[in-house]
C-alpha cells in the first residue's frame, strides 16, 4: 500500500503546482526550518484521502492499526487526546445524562461534561503515602453502580500522570453486567502493547473505548493520537461522526504521516523497546539507592517519579533545581513530588545526566541537613482526594452571573470556572462546585511555591454572583 509519508515525498519533489490551500503554497521562505515542514504541509487534494470520509491510505492505516491493536476501529487523532475524550463521551452520552467519572480525569473529561450538560458522579481514587492517585478498583466502582441509577457510561484515566493504573478488566466485567461502556483515558499508556514490562493496556482487557496520546511516550510529534473503538458500544458511523466534529476539517497531514511512521517504527522494531525496558531497570535500580529523595513505586517502569516528601525541599524547588542548575527539564512538579517522562527516544547520556544530578543534589540534601541542627522536613501529611461538594451541574454554573473575588474569602461560594494545576490539568476545583477551607489552603501551597494555577486572576477566582 502507499503511505501517506511516501504520498508527500512524491509531492515534495513532484512539478504539481498548488492553486490551493494552504496559504504558504509549499514555498513558505520563512526560516529553512519552516521551509522543509511547508514543503509537505497540504490539505485535502487529489489522490490524498479524507481524514473524515478515509477510503484509500488513511483508510489502509486505520486498517493496520485494527490488526495491532485487535480492536472494532482505529481512529487517528490530530487533537490528540483531547479531542479523543469529548468525541468518546459525546458518541456515548446524550445531552443531560449522567456520567461516571473518576474525579482526577484530566480538563477535556470535564469540558465534554460541560459542553453536553452532563451530570457527573464522581469516584474519588484513594491516596497513598506519597499524596499520589491509586488505580480505581473494581470495589469501588461496584459500590456507586449499586446507589446510582440511569448512569450512561464512564470514563477514567489509566495510567495516571504518575504511572497508575486501574483495574480496568475488573471495573469493565462490574459495569458490563449494568450495559454500562467504559472510556480509559489511556493518553500515557500508548506504549504499552510494545513490551510485557508495562501494565497491559485497556484495549485488551475490556475497555470498550481507549484514548491514546502518541507523541506522550512515543516517537511521534505534538498532537498525534489514537481512538481505538473496541466493541459495539456505538457505530462506527457514529463515532466517525463526533470524531469530525470535534478535530479540524482540514487535519494535517504532516500530523497524520507521523502516526504512520510512529506505529511503523514501534511495531516493526520491538527491540527497541526491550533496550529502552534494560536501560530503565538499571537507572531505577541506582535511583533507588537515593537517601532521601525517593524514587516512587509505579506501574508504569517509564514513569520516573521522585518524591521530596522526607526533605525540606518542595517538588517545584526540586524541579527549579535541575532546570537551572543541571539544564534537565522535568515533566511537571507538584508539592512533594518531581515527574520524568522517558521513551525510547532518550538516549544512555540523558539517563546519565540525570543519575548524576539526582546524586548531587541527595548529598546536598544530607549535607545542609548535618549542618542545619534545626533542619526541618516538609510538613508532609497524608491526605485523601478531597471531595468538594456539587451544588449544581458544571454547565449549570458556567452559565450564571459571575463575579470575581480574592480566592481567600471565596470560602463557601460557588466556583463559576475551573481551577487546576497545570500540568496535569486535573481541576481542584470544577464550576458548579462549592469552594472550601481545604481548596483555600490547597491554591495558597501552589502559590506560595510558585507554581502555576490556571483559574486565578491575580489572585482573584470566579464565583457565581448570588446577588444578581
Given at each position: 500500500?502507499?503511505?501517506?509519508?511516501?504520498?508527500?515525498?512524491?509531492?515534495?519533489y513532484?512539478?504539481?503546482?498548488?492553486?490551493?490551500?494552504?496559504?504558504?503554497?509549499?514555498?513558505?521562505?520563512?526560516?529553512?526550518?519552516?521551509?522543509?515542514?511547508?514543503?509537505v504541509?497540504?490539505?485535502?487534494?487529489?489522490?490524498?484521502?479524507?481524514?473524515?470520509?478515509?477510503?484509500?491510505?488513511?483508510?489502509?492505516?486505520?486498517?493496520?492499526?485494527?490488526?495491532?491493536?485487535?480492536t472494532?476501529?482505529?481512529?487517528?487523532?490530530?487533537?490528540?487526546?483531547?479531542a479523543?475524550?469529548?468525541?468518546?463521551?459525546?458518541?456515548?452520552?446524550?445531552?443531560?445524562?449522567?456520567?461516571?467519572?473518576?474525579?482526577?480525569?484530566?480538563?477535556s473529561?470535564?469540558?465534554?461534561?460541560?459542553?453536553?450538560?452532563?451530570?457527573?458522579?464522581y469516584?474519588?481514587?484513594?491516596?497513598?503515602?506519597?499524596?499520589?492517585?491509586e488505580?480505581?478498583?473494581?470495589?469501588?466502582?461496584?459500590a456507586?453502580?449499586?446507589?446510582?441509577?440511569?448512569?450512561?457510561?464512564?470514563?477514567?484515566?489509566?495510567?495516571?500522570?504518575e504511572g497508575?493504573?486501574?483495574?480496568?478488566?475488573?471495573?469493565?466485567?462490574?459495569?458490563?453486567?449494568?450495559?454500562?461502556?467504559?472510556?480509559?483515558?489511556?493518553?500515557?499508556?500508548?506504549?504499552f502493547?510494545?513490551?510485557e514490562?508495562?501494565?497491559?493496556?485497556?484495549?485488551?482487557?475490556?475497555?470498550?473505548?481507549v484514548?491514546?496520546?502518541?507523541?506522550?511516550?512515543?516517537?511521534?510529534?505534538?498532537q498525534?493520537?489514537?481512538?481505538h473503538?473496541?466493541?459495539?458500544?456505538?457505530?462506527?458511523?457514529m463515532?466517525?461522526?463526533?470524531?469530525?466534529i470535534f478535530?479540524?476539517?482540514?487535519?494535517?497531514?504532516?500530523?497524520m504521516?507521523?502516526?504512520?511512521?510512529?506505529?511503523?517504527?514501534?511495531?516493526?522494531n520491538?527491540g527497541?523497546?526491550q533496550?529502552?525496558?534494560e536501560?530503565?531497570w538499571?537507572?531505577?535500580?541506582?535511583?533507588?539507592?537515593?537517601?532521601?529523595?525517593?524514587?516512587?513505586?509505579?506501574?508504569?517502569?517509564?514513569?520516573?517519579?521522585?518524591?521530596?516528601?522526607?526533605?525540606?525541599?518542595?517538588?517545584?524547588?526540586?524541579?527549579?533545581?535541575?532546570r537551572?542548575?543541571y539544564?534537565?527539564?522535568m515533566?511537571?512538579?507538584?508539592?512533594?513530588?518531581?515527574?520524568?517522562?522517558?521513551?525510547?527516544?532518550d538516549?544512555?547520556?540523558?539517563?546519565?545526566?540525570l543519575?548524576e544530578?539526582m546524586?548531587?543534589?541527595?548529598?546536598?540534601?544530607?549535607?545542609?541537613?548535618?549542618?542545619?541542627k534545626n533542619?526541618?522536613?516538609n510538613?508532609?501529611?497524608?491526605?485523601?482526594?478531597?471531595?468538594?461538594?456539587?451544588?449544581m451541574?458544571?454547565?449549570?454554573?458556567t452559565?450564571r452571573?459571575?463575579c470575581?473575588?480574592?480566592?481567600?474569602?471565596?470560602?463557601?461560594m460557588?466556583?463559576?470556572?475551573?481551577?487546576?494545576l497545570?500540568?496535569?490539568?486535573?481541576?481542584l476545583v470544577?464550576?458548579?462546585?462549592?469552594?472550601?477551607?481545604?481548596?483555600?489552603?490547597?491554591?495558597?501551597?501552589?502559590?506560595?511555591?510558585d507554581?502555576?494555577?490556571?483559574g486565578?486572576d491575580?489572585?482573584?477566582?470566579?464565583?457565581?454572583?448570588?446577588?444578581?
Amino acid at each position: 500500500m502507499t503511505s501517506i509519508y511516501d504520498k508527500l515525498k512524491q509531492l515534495q519533489y513532484g512539478e504539481e503546482y498548488p492553486f490551493h490551500m494552504p496559504g504558504h503554497k509549499r514555498n513558505l521562505k520563512i526560516d529553512p526550518l519552516f521551509d522543509e515542514i511547508a514543503k509537505v504541509d497540504i490539505t485535502e487534494i487529489t489522490g490524498f484521502d479524507d481524514l473524515h470520509h478515509p477510503e484509500e491510505m488513511i483508510r489502509d492505516l486505520m486498517d493496520n492499526l485494527k490488526q495491532i491493536y485487535g480492536t472494532e476501529e482505529s481512529y487517528l487523532l490530530v487533537n490528540s487526546s483531547t479531542a479523543g475524550n469529548l468525541s468518546a463521551i459525546a458518541a456515548l452520552c446524550k445531552i443531560g445524562d449522567k456520567i461516571l467519572v473518576a474525579r482526577n480525569c484530566h480538563k477535556s473529561v470535564y469540558h465534554a461534561i460541560e459542553l453536553l450538560g452532563l451530570d457527573p458522579v464522581y469516584i474519588y481514587p484513594e491516596v497513598d503515602e506519597d499524596g499520589i492517585c491509586e488505580g480505581i478498583t473494581k470495589e469501588q466502582v461496584e459500590a456507586v453502580i449499586k446507589e446510582e441509577k440511569m448512569i450512561k457510561a464512564m470514563v477514567l484515566v489509566s495510567p495516571t500522570y504518575e504511572g497508575r493504573v486501574s483495574d480496568i478488566r475488573g471495573i469493565s466485567d462490574v459495569l458490563h453486567q449494568y450495559d454500562i461502556p467504559l472510556i480509559v483515558d489511556e493518553a500515557h499508556g500508548a506504549h504499552f502493547i510494545y513490551h510485557e514490562a508495562f501494565p497491559e493496556s485497556a484495549v485488551s482487557t475490556g475497555a470498550d473505548i481507549v484514548i491514546q496520546s502518541l507523541h506522550k511516550t512515543l516517537p511521534a510529534m505534538t498532537q498525534t493520537g489514537l481512538l481505538h473503538l473496541c466493541t459495539d458500544c456505538v457505530s462506527k458511523e457514529m463515532m466517525q461522526k463526533k470524531l469530525s466534529i470535534f478535530q479540524s476539517s482540514s487535519p494535517s497531514y504532516v500530523l497524520m504521516s507521523s502516526i504512520e511512521q510512529c506505529i511503523h517504527i514501534c511495531d516493526g522494531n520491538r527491540g527497541y523497546f526491550q533496550q529502552y525496558c534494560e536501560r530503565l531497570w538499571i537507572l531505577r535500580e541506582k535511583l533507588e539507592k537515593l537517601q532521601h529523595i525517593q524514587l516512587v513505586r509505579t506501574d508504569d517502569i517509564g514513569k520516573l517519579v521522585f518524591s521530596v516528601k522526607n526533605t525540606m525541599i518542595s517538588g517545584e524547588k526540586l524541579f527549579e533545581i535541575l532546570r537551572d542548575q543541571y539544564h534537565l527539564e522535568m515533566e511537571m512538579s507538584e508539592l512533594y513530588y518531581v515527574i520524568a517522562m522517558t521513551s525510547i527516544c532518550d538516549t544512555q547520556e540523558g539517563y546519565d545526566r540525570l543519575y548524576e544530578a539526582m546524586t548531587e543534589i541527595d548529598q546536598m540534601i544530607d549535607l545542609e541537613k548535618k549542618q542545619n541542627k534545626n533542619h526541618i522536613q516538609n510538613n508532609f501529611k497524608k491526605m485523601n482526594f478531597h471531595k468538594n461538594r456539587k451544588a449544581m451541574k458544571p454547565e449549570e454554573a458556567t452559565r450564571r452571573k459571575r463575579c470575581q473575588i480574592d480566592y481567600k474569602q471565596a470560602e463557601g461560594m460557588i466556583a463559576a470556572e475551573f481551577v487546576f494545576l497545570y500540568p496535569p490539568g486535573i481541576p481542584l476545583v470544577v464550576p458548579g462546585e462549592v469552594i472550601d477551607d481545604h481548596a483555600i489552603h490547597k491554591i495558597s501551597q501552589y502559590e506560595q511555591n510558585d507554581m502555576k494555577v490556571i483559574g486565578l486572576d491575580n489572585h482573584k477566582i470566579y464565583i457565581i454572583d448570588e446577588r444578581i
